[in-house]
């Protein structure tokens, strides 16, 4: 592709190897959406169900895999000159639209579904958080065409999102705990503000591990990319084993960080291999949250105004998302597209959505088993409506509001991921 070569996709392209990308990122997150349907069929289709167990371990333990290997990726391609020219905006971009969204969500449940303050949080915090499965894998597709590179968009929001899904995580539990009167509301605050000092100290470690080891005498992209994705994977385990699930995510972004700044320029095989193991967790990652979704669990009763629920959540997020950006030096089409961007739901909902259902079964309180229903059923229905919209919105509007940096004869920013 020429110098000559415009910023936006155009029908100059003569060759196979000159098409323009917008294609091949659509085809990618169609696919990925296949996924997630296929993983719906398996749960669904009674014939397909009786044939195939899934046992819900195995399940969670490769969705843990697949997201360690998302957030390790995402860490490769931060960009250090952007996220620091960015810091505060990364950090009103995680903080607010979560918050905001979280506190619509309970005013709009206590009213519409008549559920209890306390619950009504628990469903806005469970609702506010951005899925990094359909976030990262995007932003990281849209970063190599070269799409928003210049401004440090895709930087922006896979930063900005693991911050995001701490924080609903954070909240969701401080009022879970408040329900369920498991320890008091300080010692919940505090849990939430020690996972994410404690992820940020862990990945700092793990990540100066990184860059000193192993030694320059050895295969160092084999040995590299094992090491990392093991630490990675480490991480989100042990968190969860320890209590702190909310931290395992941010250390491995941290950690991931922290060793590409180590590697420099030999980055980019290690980056390479990263991007081959996704390939092989993708199809596990999307098909098995597609399985947890039961139709059968769904409310006809609240599915109505479940929607609606969710809908003016989602109106409220993208308002107060295209607000905060406004300061950012951006125009007005990168802000509708970071508003865009921050909408699909997935994975955080599919870990936690069923948590307070199963909680009020074992205390045998039938009001909080219905409370319990109502916000799995919000769940699953924001994991239906907003991760295939949100993911297609992305798709459909980067290559149109974000402008694509050109370098010499090739399109795009980082290395490839």
Not at 15 to 31: M, N
Not at 57 to 62: D, E, G, I
Not at 267 to 292: C, H, Y
Request: with cysteine.
């Amino acid at each position: 592709m020429g110098a000559s070569h415009s910023s936006s996709c155009c029908s100059s392209c003569i060759s196979l190897k000159d098409k323009c990308p917008r294609p091949r990122g659509l085809f990618s997150l169609v696919i990925t959406k296949g996924m997630l349907l296929a993983g719906l069929l398996l749960r669904n289709v009674p014939y397909i169900t009786d044939a195939i167990f899934i046992d819900t371990h195995w399940s969670a333990a490769l969705r843990n895999i697949a997201l360690s290997i998302i957030l390790t990726r995402a860490g490769l391609g931060l960009d250090p000159s952007a996220l620091r020219r960015l810091k505060a905006v990364c950090v009103r971009v995680a903080v607010g639209p979560c918050t905001v969204e979280a506190c619509v969500v309970a005013v709009v449940s206590h009213f519409l579904l008549g559920l209890p303050w306390v619950w009504g949080f628990i469903l806005g915090f469970v609702l506010a958080a951005v899925s990094p499965a359909v976030v990262v894998p995007s932003m990281l597709l849209l970063q190599k065409e070269g799409y928003g590179v210049e401004k440090g968009i895709p930087t922006l929001l896979m930063a900005a999102g693991s911050f995001d899904d701490v924080l609903a995580i954070t909240g969701f539990s401080t009022c879970l705990g408040i329900a369920f009167s498991t320890g008091s509301t300080w010692m919940n605050i505090l849990k939430g503000l020690l996972e994410v000092v404690g992820g940020i100290i862990a990945g700092l470690i793990l990540g100066l591990f990184l860059c000193l080891f192993p030694s320059k005498d050895q295969d160092l992209v084999l040995k590299r990319t094992l090491m990392l994705l093991g630490l990675a994977i480490f991480s989100v385990f042990f968190s969860h084993v320890v209590g702190f699930a909310g931290a395992g995510g941010l250390s491995t972004l941290v950690l991931a960080f922290l060793a590409a700044l180590g590697w420099k320029t030999d980055k980019a095989p290690v980056a390479a291999m990263v991007g081959r193991s996704w390939d092989v967790f993708q199809p596990l990652l999307f098909g098995l949250i597609g399985a947890e979704i039961t139709i059968a669990a769904l409310s006809p009763n609240t599915v109505g105004l479940g929607l609606a629920c969710i809908f003016i959540g989602l109106v409220i997020r993208l308002i107060v998302t295209f607000v905060l950006v406004h300061f950012g030096g951006f125009n007005l089409k990168e802000k509708l597209f970071i508003a865009v961007a921050w909408l699909p739901k997935a994975t955080v909902q599919a870990a936690i959505g069923s948590k307070a259902l199963d909680m009020a079964r074992e205390v045998g309180d039938e009001t909080m088993i219905k409370f319990g229903l109502d916000v799995l059923t919000l769940a699953v229905l924001a994991i239906l409506t907003t991760a295939p919209i949100g993911a297609l919105g992305i798709g459909l509007a980067g290559p149109r509001l974000l402008e694509q940096q050109v370098k010499g004869e090739v399109i795009g920013g980082p290395p490839e991921i």
